[in-house]
């Protein structure tokens, strides 16, 4: 007597069948890429950056560790790796991209990644001394938030990042607020992520250099359609005034509804860097009553906008009261930086108009690597 029925028999065979396909599959064999590392820091502070590409023909990198040099060339070896290695290197948190032949890419070695409105640039970390200001350290830790609201200003659903001190969510304390901008091409991850700003907050409270507050980064990037170049006067003036539109309109109110804040001009601060620099500079000369602490950097106004600017904010400039409701107007920038012409004219309106403020040149141009610094200075100042 048959032990098993016809059905037995069929899967019995199928499976005989499955087994030998998988047997018959060729093997995948191995590649210099199941093993490759990169970035990959190596003594006296180089680091080698590294791609399996065998069928490209040129693989180039970019990056802020250049300091604003020329792009480099990878070398390919035999087994189809493209390498270079940079350095040596200050310890600090860089950014770069890859670029095969032509294709702007990130490194698929380093899930470490910076994001942008319309691009994406791998993070990497040289560890040292000079990074414990930015670093993940054993001190208590606030709380960084991701925030969805409706704007009725856009017409549409926005984010923005929210910083809240340690301890916030079990006390009753009421905080002062920062507000705390972006540049362009980025948005409100910008701050939270390369530019180490809750890090940066919880290393300067845990050492007693700053008082507690909430930081808010909103997303300047206004919903225009995408251009190359510099925007023309009138998209200029356009995004100018849909950010003031939204920040007043939309992310303050949210705030203070939300949260314990000290809703008023001596207890609220505003900063940004280049696109939201330009940002600050216009709400500082719109709204005065805002905000008495007042942070730009590596900005000015740009292009046609500094022609405009003394007719457009004259009632403020011409103002006598403005220095005297102001606690610190603070502006910092790179000597090797793009817009310092800009700089050094919109100084030079606010000197015409016996506008104070404190100025701070530093090494370097327009990077991350500078505003994380910038920020770790100006935080301390708030608030005094």
Not at 143 to 161: I, K, P
Not at 227 to 247: K, V
Not at 258 to 279: H, V
Request: proline letters at 8%; a positive charge.
């Amino acid at each position: 007597m048959n032990r098993f029925a016809p059905s037995h028999w069929l899967l019995m065979a199928a499976l005989l069948l499955g087994f030998q396909a998988v047997a018959q599959t060729p093997q995948r064999q191995p590649t210099p890429n199941d093993t490759l590392k990169s970035p990959k820091v190596l003594v006296d502070n180089r680091v080698a950056l590294q791609i399996y590409a065998p069928k490209a023909s040129e693989v180039i990198v970019s990056g802020d560790f250049l300091g604003g040099g020329k792009p480099l060339n990878l070398t390919k070896d035999p087994n189809g790796v493209w390498s270079v290695t940079v350095g040596p290197l200050k310890p600090d948190y860089y950014t770069y991209t890859l670029l095969v032949d032509g294709v702007r890419t990130i490194d698929p070695k380093n899930p470490v990644i910076k994001q942008g409105i319309s691009s994406l640039e791998n993070v990497m970390v040289l560890p040292g001394s000079e990074t414990a200001f930015e670093d993940n350290r054993a001190v208590p830790h606030g709380e960084l938030r991701q925030v969805w609201y409706q704007s009725n200003t856009l017409g549409m659903a926005r984010r923005m990042h929210v910083y809240t001190p340690p301890g916030y969510e079990k006390g009753n304390t009421k905080y002062p607020v920062f507000y705390l901008l972006h540049g362009g091409g980025d948005d409100d991850s910008g701050w939270p992520t390369v530019g180490r700003a809750g890090f940066i907050l919880d290393n300067l409270l845990a050492a007693g250099q700053a008082k507690p507050m909430i930081v808010v980064m909103p997303n300047g990037s206004m919903p225009l359609p995408p251009s190359s170049g510099m925007p023309n006067p009138a998209a200029m003036t356009q995004l100018r005034t849909m950010f003031a539109n939204e920040l007043l309109k939309e992310v303050m109110p949210y705030i203070e509804k939300n949260y314990r804040t000290q809703a008023n001009r001596e207890n609220r601060a505003i900063a940004g860097l280049s696109m939201g620099g330009f940002q600050t500079l216009d709400l500082a000369l719109t709204r005065p009553d805002l905000f008495n602490y007042v942070g730009v950097f590596s900005s000015g106004f740009f292009g046609a906008t500094i022609d405009e600017a003394e007719t457009k904010y004259a009632s403020v400039l011409n103002d006598p009261g403005f220095n005297k409701n102001k606690k610190l107007f603070w502006i910092e920038i790179g000597k090797d930086d793009f817009v310092m012409d800009a700089n050094k004219k919109t100084m030079a309106l606010l000197d015409k108009h016996q506008i104070k403020y404190q100025y701070k040149e530093t090494t370097g141009g327009h990077t991350w690597i500078n505003w994380r610094q910038y920020l770790n200075e100006y935080v301390p100042l708030l608030f005094r």
